[in-house]
């Protein structure tokens, strides 16, 4: 079992950076594929961001390929996103998740996720 809590959300104005952290606890974390995702109000989930279980390979959603970062520490089992260049339109909850045999770009259902973190960009 993998229990992932992200903190780091708030408001901020268009522009602003913010830094996302995901801390995991009862499983080694370099064991899993890592990502972010997020949910609007009245939007599907969307994919954000993965990193592979060594740190080295990264997966990017369109719409914020450029402006976010993902990163890991695994001696921490701690994700990091980085959120540059915020817009309004990245107003969202955004979740962390695990998943133990999925690989870096492919589509499928993670195993663990965290309760979210509100990020809320006003112009």
């Known amino acids: 079992q993998v229990q992932l809590v992200e903190s780091g959300g708030g408001l901020v104005q268009a522009g602003a950076s913010l830094r996302l952290t995901c801390a995991a606890s009862?499983?080694?974390?370099?064991?899993?594929?890592m990502a972010w995702f997020r949910q609007a109000p009245g939007k599907e989930r969307e994919f954000v961001a993965a990193?592979?279980?060594?740190?080295?390979?990264?997966d990017y959603g369109d719409s914020v390929k450029g402006r976010f970062t993902i990163s890991r520490d695994n001696a921490k089992n701690t994700v990091y996103l980085q959120m540059n260049s915020l817009k309004p339109e990245d107003t969202a909850v955004y979740y962390c998740?695990?998943?133990?045999?999925?690989?870096?770009?492919?589509?499928?259902?993670?195993?663990?996720w965290g309760q979210g973190t509100q990020v809320t960009v006003f112009s």
């Open positions: 009862g499983r080694t974390l370099s064991n899993y594929l």
């Open positions: 990193i592979s279980r060594a740190g080295i390979s990264t």
């Open positions: 998740a695990a998943d133990r045999t999925l690989r870096i770009g492919e589509i499928g259902e993670y195993d663990y």
